[in-house]
């Protein structure tokens, strides 16, 4: 910088140099006047320095792209010659309060041609192939300019919301990428989170009446959403079968012994196991019989076996272990509340039954199944998400030789089955989860996940995902953590990630052309979940009928029943 520039005085359009007598390059050509002018370059961005009066004068644009470029979270592009670049502004500060110059920290987004007819953008692509020069001139963007950028191309998309600050220009996402390469949806409670997830789900429903979705529900929510659009699950009518458990996950549930003893119930549970499940006649003739084989047995063969190994000791004293494990046995087997998965009805070999029923194969129209877990009993609550979850993927590696059923495992409130703390209970699940993210999409397994606390969930399984789709993130570690795991470019966006209003995102990654900020679209009232927030100031004028709906909640609470 010398002190001959003149930030006050930016040429217009119309007095762009002329190019010189034997050159063929045609000048790119703006409808409005430059805003300022490339200071510095760096591999993912630059600093712009930019006339204050220009910015002020644009606010007052009827276009609303062109009255918000210049501002933090908003896109300007740079004239490098030959294309448009164009960048997302990160960071504003003065630069110099009496000349009125601002200084701004921009992210590159990409570059695109100027059609030689009308003026507008074309052919945009993200990245940049050749960078800008020190002294290019830097111009608002139009509306026009972000349908070209954002516009869908002939890849399948859906549409989910509206391109902040426009009030026409459509956000799509890219199906395949999307879901392919796994996705994250963040956002503090009541920011709208589970009305968005609903919308993502109903419109690639729409989209695709054959697909294979499972959604685990951990509070009831989703059943008002997809009622009619999907088949839906909870403890009266879920049926699956204690006997699909692995020996991992029949541990965490018939195991209770911790340090020594824990070692030496799971010997026993795992001898044991392996007798009561070879009795069954699927067992016969299979040469790899393990206790991890989905071979139905009866919970009597088992505790049996418990019994006949106990009367084979020679000291009385060596009983507790045995003991142990029976009894947790019996209590399973006359608690009401286990009776969906330790139901005596459920011994017969439904395997195929159970997998094309929560699986949607065929879909039948109703491509998604909703798993209510909150009738589930919190100390087996991650069992049977492990359980489905690693039905999901087991089922994908024995399908390979047949033609791909892709299916895609949603999970909200993620970080309660894949958290930070690696010492707790419920591993069996965060294991196959963490082997869904890494290596899951090779498969043809998708997974969702959807959570309030990021930075409660297990470091690299974010990462894992192609696609993040960040709502407003009250808390100071969460919005570092989501930055951590952002391509380099978003940077910029994340910085709004605290202003944010309800039902607006930011979404990165491999699912959009370009890191976007979405207004989601209104979503049908049929269609919604139910977890709006009480309205205290009506619901607290209100009264009548006390009395009779305590007796009726009693009444259900001690039959268990919902």
Not at 510 to 522: H, K, L, Q, Y
């Amino acid at each position: 910088m010398t002190d001959a520039m003149n930030f006050h005085a930016f040429p217009t359009s119309g007095d762009e140099p002329e190019p010189e007598r034997g050159t063929t390059q045609r000048r790119l050509v703006s409808r409005h006047e430059a805003i300022g002018q490339v200071v510095e370059i760096a591999g993912s961005g630059a600093s712009v320095e930019i006339v204050g009066r220009r910015l002020l004068e644009l606010a007052g644009d009827p276009d609303p792209s062109v009255a918000m470029s210049g501002q933090v979270g908003s896109q300007i592009k740079i004239d490098s010659g030959r294309r448009w670049l164009l960048a997302n502004v990160r960071r504003l500060k003065v630069a110099d309060a009496e000349a009125g110059v601002v200084l701004a920290d921009i992210d590159f987004l990409g570059e695109g041609d100027e059609d030689p007819h009308s003026g507008k953008l074309v052919n945009f692509k993200r990245g940049i192939t050749a960078y800008p020069i020190p002294g290019s001139k830097v111009y608002p963007v139009t509306a026009s300019d972000l349908k070209q950028m954002f516009a869908a191309d002939e890849r399948a998309h859906i549409e989910i919301g509206t391109v902040y600050p426009t009030k026409d220009v459509r956000a799509a996402l890219y199906v395949d990428p999307f879901l392919g390469k796994h996705f994250a949806l963040l956002g503090s409670t009541g920011t709208g989170k589970s009305t968005a997830a609903a919308l993502i789900m109903h419109r690639i429903c729409d989209q695709s009446p054959e697909g294979h979705i499972v959604m685990i529900d951990p509070h009831g929510e989703y059943s008002a959403a997809f009622k009619g659009h999907g088949e839906l699950f909870n403890v009266d009518n879920l049926a699956m079968p204690y006997w699909l458990m692995n020996f991992e996950e029949h541990c965490e549930v018939f195991v209770t012994s911790s340090g020594a003893d824990r070692q030496r119930d799971t010997d026993i549970l795992a001898k044991c196991l392996l007798q009561a499940r070879a009795r069954n006649r699927a067992a016969e003739g299979l040469s790899k019989l393990t206790v991890d084989s989905p071979i139905p047995y009866t919970l009597s063969d088992l505790t049996g076996a418990i019994t006949h190994e106990m009367g084979l000791l020679n000291k009385a004293t060596d009983t507790a272990p045995f003991m142990r494990l029976r009894g947790k046995i019996d209590e399973l087997k006359s608690d009401p509340r286990y009776q969906f998965m330790f139901s005596g009805m459920l011994v017969a070999d439904s395997m195929g039954t159970f997998i094309s029923r929560i699986f949607r194969l065929p879909a039948k129209g109703k491509p998604i199944s909703i798993i209510d877990v909150s009738g589930v009993p919190s100390d087996i609550v991650s069992v049977v998400v492990a359980v489905l979850s690693r039905l999901v993927f087991d089922y994908a590696i024995w399908s390979r030789s047949e033609v791909q059923r892709p299916v895609l495992l949603v999970c909200e409130e993620a970080h309660r089955y894949v958290p930070a703390d690696r010492t707790g209970g419920g591993q069996a699940v965060r294991k196959v989860l963490e082997r869904i993210a890494k290596e899951g999409r090779k498969y043809g397994v998708s997974l969702g996940l959807i959570t309030q606390r990021p930075s409660d969930l297990a470091e690299g399984v974010l990462s894992q995902c192609g696609t993040i789709i960040a709502m407003r993130l009250n808390n100071d570690r969460d919005q570092q953590f989501v930055k951590s795991a952002m391509p380099e470019g978003s940077r910029g966006f994340l910085d709004v990630i605290p202003a944010l209003r309800n039902r607006e995102c930011i979404v990165c990654g491999e699912g959009v052309s370009i890191p976007i900020r979405v207004a989601f679209d209104d979503l049908e009232r049929d269609r919604r979940p139910a977890s709006s927030d009480p309205l205290f100031s009506e619901l607290w004028r209100q009264s009548g009928e006390e009395e009779a709906m305590v007796a009726r909640v009693v009444k259900r609470w001690r039959a268990q029943g919902r």
